[in-house]
Structure formats: C-alpha cells, structure tokens
C-alpha cells in the first residue's frame, strides 16, 4: 500500500524544521537555524565561518575560533525534514510512504530517494540541488530499512516494504532512484542490492548508487561536546573505517543500469575522518551526517547527479 503523496513548499518545510534553503546570486546559500527567534547562520562555501565540506578541498580559509555548527549537544536533533513532517516510515510498518520536495511543479527532473535513514540523510544536499537543476524529489525512506530483496537481518515488514517500492517504481517511474550503494566497510555489495537494480532495469529506471558513509565507531556529537578543546580524539583512522577499494570496485559485472557515486573524500580527509569540518559537526551520532553538513555536500552531489541524470536523457 502507497499512502498519499505529500507536496511541501517551503513555507512548510521552513515551519516544520526551520530548514530554508535559498539561492543567492547563483551560489550556494543555506540557513540553518532551530527557533525562528534565533539567529540565522548560514553556511555554504560562500561562507568565510562555516564553508563546511569545501573546506577539504576548496582554496579557503576559514576561522578556529568560531563555534560548531550544529551545537554539538543539539545535534541529535539536526535531522533531514522527513522525520518532522511524517515521511519517513518506522521500523515495523511496511507501507510505501511518499512525499514530495524540491520544485513539485513542473519540474525538469523527477528522482526518487529511497532506503534507510543513510538515504534519507542526503535529503539536505539534494534539496539544494534541486532549487538549481529544477528537481522533483519524491522521497521513500523507512527506519532500519534497505533497499534489498534478501538480508537475514532485516525485518519481515522491511522486506515487505522492498517489495512494494519495487512495485511503486515500476508503476511511478522516476527519472533515477537514488540509494545507498553499500553497506558499512563491507567488501561487497549486498546481493539483493543487485537484485533491486536489475529488477529497476528490467523497468528501465536508472539508479543513483550513494558509497555509504564511513560508521564511526563512536557518538560524534558526544565526543565533540566532551572535548571541545581536542577535536583529535573524536577523529578516526580513515583506513579503519573506510575501505581503500570500495564494494562497488569489486564487483565484476557492474549493472549497467547503475551511476555509482563515492563522496568519501567530501566526509574524510586523506588520512583521517575528523569529526568537525569546516567548523560544520559531520556526525549527529555514529554514522549519520547532520542535516547542516549534508547541506555542505550540495555542490558536490550536483555535479555527480547532473552527469547521471545526463546519461538517461
């Protein structure tokens, strides 16, 4: 069972979490505040405080004095608009839940997010892409839930769920599904991801493959609110938690219907995963990325998704 699509503008979105995202003179500009009576602070790489994930590669600089951004203790609460608004599924029932964002009306592009909360926490970035490329996004997320044809540790009505988004897509075509391509540091791609995929192209729907973020052993957001005067202790090997050759590399056969994207080198740096970056906290807890840094990512998931969407036109 589908429930209803829900189309939110942003004057609803903005009430819901007090997320807006804006536009300003072609760059990337985000607002992120948690009470409409606070101060706004935006952050993009535009922003000499708070440039975020650019600040690994960008030519920047930025200050070290400025407080994390999101308040480390608040972080908990720095989640992608689906768990606000009821969009995103619990971990028992299996109906397809499906609500709308971006540009809903006419729009050049329609994507379909779809998976566990590893989906649902790119929901920022490709939110700020979708204000730029003219994107419909229609977003399937469900707690504890991949998008997989088989895992022994999943749940009856996960599964359940899998089969009827299988279903939803073949009936509501999407120009691409975007999803998590792996799983943690796993050596390989699950074979009911593979499954999933070939079933997509059967129906001619191409997938967006996201490398799953690096899990980091440890509560972030804790661990920077604890030592707050050496962030190095909440930073992490990047080879303990990332492999060097990812799953999607291993495969022999890729799908062709699959566009993989890699964003590691936007979360960790070449050695090691740190937990602040360009004074935006990356982890809300283990192994999810705040709603803040997410946003950060944007330009980045752009570009990779533009050159996807370009392969199907």
């Given at each position: 069972?589908v429930k209803p699509i829900k189309k939110l503008n942003k004057s609803t979105i903005f009430v819901s979490l007090l997320v807006l995202a804006l536009v300003v003179a072609g760059g990337w500009f985000y607002v992120n505040s948690q009470n409409e009576q606070e101060q706004q602070t935006e952050v993009s790489i535009e922003?000499?405080?708070?440039?975020?994930?650019?600040?690994?590669?960008?030519?920047?600089?930025?200050?070290?004095?400025?407080?994390?951004?999101?308040?480390?203790?608040?972080?908990?609460?720095?989640?992608?608009?689906?768990?606000?608004?009821?969009?995103?599924?619990?971990?028992?029932?299996?109906?397809?839940?499906?609500?709308?964002?971006?540009?809903?009306?006419?729009?050049?592009?329609?994507?379909?997010?779809?998976?566990?909360?590893?989906?649902?926490?790119?929901?920022?970035?490709?939110?700020?892409?979708?204000?730029?490329?003219?994107?419909?996004?229609?977003?399937?997320?469900?707690?504890?839930?991949?998008?997989?044809?088989?895992?022994?540790?999943?749940?009856?009505?996960?599964?359940?769920?899998?089969?009827?988004?299988?279903?939803?897509?073949?009936?509501n075509k999407p120009d691409i599904v975007i999803t998590t391509a792996d799983v943690k540091k796993e050596e390989n791609v699950p074979e009911g991801f593979l499954e999933r995929w070939d079933k997509l192209n059967e129906e001619g729907i191409p997938v967006f493959a996201i490398r799953d973020n690096p899990w980091m052993?440890?509560?972030?957001?804790?661990?920077?609110?604890?030592?707050?005067?050496?962030?190095?202790?909440?930073?992490?090997?990047?080879?303990?938690?990332?492999?060097?050759?990812?799953?999607?590399?291993?495969?022999?056969?890729?799908?062709?219907?699959?566009?993989?994207?890699?964003?590691?080198?936007?979360?960790?740096?070449?050695?090691?995963?740190?937990?602040?970056?360009?004074?935006?906290?990356?982890?809300?807890?283990?192994?999810?990325?705040?709603?803040?840094?997410?946003?950060?990512?944007?330009?980045?998931?752009?570009?990779?998704?533009?050159?996807?969407?370009?392969?199907?036109?």
């Open positions: 069972m922003n000499k405080d708070y440039p975020g994930a650019a600040a690994l590669h960008e030519d920047i600089e930025f200050p070290d004095d400025v407080p994390v951004l999101p308040e480390p203790l608040e972080a908990k609460e720095d989640l992608p608009i689906v768990y606000g608004n009821g969009c995103h599924q619990n971990q028992t029932d299996s109906d397809v839940i499906a609500c709308e964002y971006g540009v809903t009306d006419d729009p050049d592009y329609t994507v379909a997010l779809v998976g566990s909360s590893h989906a649902a926490h790119w929901l920022d970035a490709l939110e700020r892409v979708a204000e730029h490329e003219s994107i419909k996004i229609i977003s399937y997320t469900k707690s504890a839930c991949l998008f997989t044809s088989l895992d022994d540790e999943l749940t009856e009505s996960c599964l359940a769920w899998s089969d009827n988004m299988v279903e939803h897509l073949s009936t052993g440890m509560d972030v957001a804790e661990c920077v609110a604890e030592n707050k005067d050496d962030l190095s202790k909440c930073a992490v090997e990047r080879d303990e938690v990332l492999l060097k050759e990812s799953a999607w590399s291993r495969l022999e056969n890729p799908p062709e219907n699959v566009y993989y994207a890699d964003f590691s080198n936007y979360i960790c740096g070449d050695e090691l995963c740190e937990p602040v970056i360009g004074n935006v906290l990356v982890y809300r807890d283990a192994h999810h990325l705040t709603a803040t840094y997410s946003r950060t990512l944007a330009p980045y998931v752009r570009e990779e998704l533009m050159k996807a969407l370009a392969k199907v036109e």
